[in-house]
T-cell receptor
Framework: SAVISQKPSRDICQRGTSLTIQCQVD?????MFWYRQQPGQSLTLIAT?????????ESGFVIDKFPISRPNLTFSTLTVSNMSPEDSSIYLC???????????FGPGTRLTVT | GDSVTQMEGPVTLSEEAFLTINCTYT??????LFWYVQYPGEGLQLLLK?????DKGSNKGFEATYRKETTSFHLEKGSVQVSDSAVYFC????????????FGAGTTVTVRA
């Protein structure tokens, strides 16, 4: 299994500012995913963070709003840019285990935009 | 595209009651199916899974059977406890989909003593 940590665990930010969320995994992984969980809703995939190449974004999400870095096989960052109250969500990173079909999730970053 | 439809909540039960949360899916191909649980204040964790038709996943007294004929993966537990209070998410993954998960809306379950 993989152990995933995220920083910060929560933050309150003002509209128009940006926040960078860090995700650290205790082992090397090829793929990392970033999900968003808006209040009272399910998880929606934002993008796949690929090491050594640009992230792959899902429909409705763009690089200018959610730039992602993946400098190595254990670390990734997601930036939420030019925030608005609609960006208030829990942001989670996850990594898959190809051998077991299981996907491990980080504890999440709870973001509130005022 | 692939999607998951999950029974809406919230669901409130008494201890030792029987719990069922319905989950149906739409997918091209043969997905793997999962139930994830999110306990209050905690992260998302895998509860059980099934990777092919007629497989039964089980864990912590919960069970779900992969029914291809009805495209369903209903979650059941015969006798719930207060500690089962959580949000439950049904999810699927297509083998061709690079391990990305599609989640249902989630069902909030509250068990009262």
């Amino acid at each position: 299994s993989a152990v995933i940590s995220q920083k910060p665990s929560r933050d309150i930010c003002q509209r128009g500012t940006s926040l960078t969320i860090q995700c650290q995994v205790d082992s090397q992984v090829t793929m990392m995913f970033w999900y968003r969980q808006q209040p009272g809703q399910s998880l929606t995939l934002i993008a796949t963070a690929n090491q050594g190449s640009e992230a792959t974004y899902e429909s409705g999400f763009v690089i200018d709003k959610f730039p992602i870095s993946r400098p190595n096989l254990t670390f990734s960052t997601l930036t939420v840019s030019n925030m608005s109250p609609e960006d208030s969500s829990i942001y989670l990173c996850s990594v898959p285990d190809p051998s077991s079909y299981e996907q491990y999730f980080g504890p999440g970053t709870r973001l509130t935009v005022t | 595209g692939d999607s998951v439809t999950q029974m809406e909540g919230p669901v409130t039960l008494s201890e030792e009651a029987f719990l069922t949360i319905n989950c149906t899916y739409t997918a091209t191909g043969y997905p793997s199916l999962f139930w994830y649980v999110q306990y209050p204040g905690e992260g998302l964790q895998l509860l059980l899974k099934a990777t092919k038709a007629d497989d039964k996943g089980s864990n912590k007294g919960f069970e779900a059977t992969y029914r291809k004929e009805t495209t369903s993966f209903h979650l059941e537990k015969g006798s719930v406890q207060v500690s089962d209070s959580a949000v439950y998410f049904c999810a699927l993954r297509l083998p061709s989909n690079d391990y990305k998960l599609s989640f249902g809306a989630g069902t909030t379950v509250t068990v009262r003593a």
